[in-house]
């Protein structure tokens, strides 16, 4: 199960407070992807990074910021605009188009 | 717009009853489909994918471009079966790849 790591595994935030989730691979994968998990939902797209400092929007990027400063690193911040933050967040990683996505063991954000 | 639809949110089976999990696309383009699991208290995983034509822990699935459909299937279903499982469709736009997931299905596999 190693190669991808998030922290930390449980995240509890006041509202109004920004929060940072982390994701750090070492697979040498080019690509990173940030899910949202919920019941019901199945997993929905925040943002996602092709290559070092680049990245796009997913489908609800709204609320969320991302950086891509390094291969290894795709750190996600839940920003105090995202009306509803409380959810079970996965970072996942692969090598080219068409690849297996590999994910990390999630991150689980409870707004207080 | 690029959709994948999982139409049954739980399925309750018996150990060694067929299971059929259910997975519809909507996408123009030449589709890759996957199928994801994940059992309890693991990462989500990738179970099989449709390029490579194999069966993984006795479960197949076949793409029907006619039908628009990739389910998932297995004969005789185990208990360790019990998990969620997601099915997931590749786009490529602009240059950037990205999956699309359904919304998952639970099965139970009872003993």
């Known amino acids: 199960d190693g190669g991808i790591t998030q922290s930390p595994k449980y995240l509890f935030r006041k509202e109004g407070q920004n929060v940072t989730l982390s994701c750090e691979q070492n697979l040498n994968h080019d690509a990173m992807y940030w899910y949202r998990q919920d019941p019901g939902q199945g997993l929905r797209l925040i943002y996602y990074?092709?290559?070092?400092?680049?990245?796009q929007k997913g489908d609800i990027a709204e609320g969320y910021s991302v950086s891509r400063e390094k291969k290894e690193s795709f750190p996600l911040t839940v920003t105090s605009a995202q009306k509803n933050p409380t959810a079970f967040y996965l970072c996942?990683?692969?090598?080219?188009?068409?690849?297996?996505?590999?994910f990390g063991p999630g991150t689980r954000l409870t707004v207080l | 717009a690029q959709r994948v639809t999982q139409p049954e949110k739980l399925l309750s089976v018996f150990k060694g009853a067929p299971v059929e999990l259910k997975c519809n696309y909507s996408?123009?383009?030449?589709?890759?489909l996957f199928w994801y699991v994940q059992y309890s208290r693991q990462r989500l995983q990738l179970l099989l994918r449709?390029?490579s034509r194999e069966s993984i822990k006795g479960f197949t699935a076949d793409l029907n471009k006619g039908e628009t459909s990739f389910h998932l299937k297995k004969p005789f279903a185990q208990e360790e079966d019990s998990a969620m499982y997601y099915c997931a469709l590749s786009l490529t736009q602009g240059g950037s790849e990205k999956l699309v997931f359904g919304k998952g299905m639970k099965l139970t596999v009872n003993p």
């Open positions: 990074s092709q290559i070092v400092n680049d990245f």
């Open positions: 996942a990683s692969n090598q080219f188009r068409g690849d297996t996505q590999y």
């Open positions: 996408y123009s383009g030449s589709p890759e």
């Open positions: 449709h390029i």
